[in-house]
């Protein structure tokens, strides 16, 4: 019951639950990241001038263009 609250949106991406999981943990630092240099660069804007865009554009070519191939290749799922 409780199995597919942890494994139903990862299939959904064509991933597995730790699969899943490494995504998740990696976007969620490369944003941590990211957003303490846009910080920094609030105080000092000679640094980090193009890390936010130059990320969100990175991180939206890994989210939703890879998870549009990975979707149409994962067995059982349909693409969107």
């Known amino acids: 019951m409780l199995h597919?609250?942890?494994t139903d949106h990862p299939a959904s991406v064509g991933e597995s639950y730790?699969?899943?999981?490494?995504?998740a943990f990696?976007?969620?630092f490369?944003?941590?990241f990211a957003?303490?240099?846009?910080?920094?660069?609030?105080f000092f804007p000679f640094l980090f001038v193009k890390t936010g865009s130059n990320t969100i554009r990175?991180?939206?070519?890994?989210?939703v263009?890879?998870?549009d191939r990975r979707t149409m290749m994962a067995p059982g799922t349909l693409a969107r």
Do not use: N, V
């Open 18 to 23: 730790l699969a899943h999981m490494g995504q």
């Open 65 to 67: 263009t890879h998870r």
């Open 30 to 32: 490369t944003m941590l």
């Open 35 to 42: 957003a303490i240099a846009c910080i920094l660069h609030g």
């Open 58 to 63: 990175r991180l939206h070519e890994r989210m």
């Open 4 to 6: 597919h609250l942890f």
């Open 26 to 28: 990696s976007f969620g």
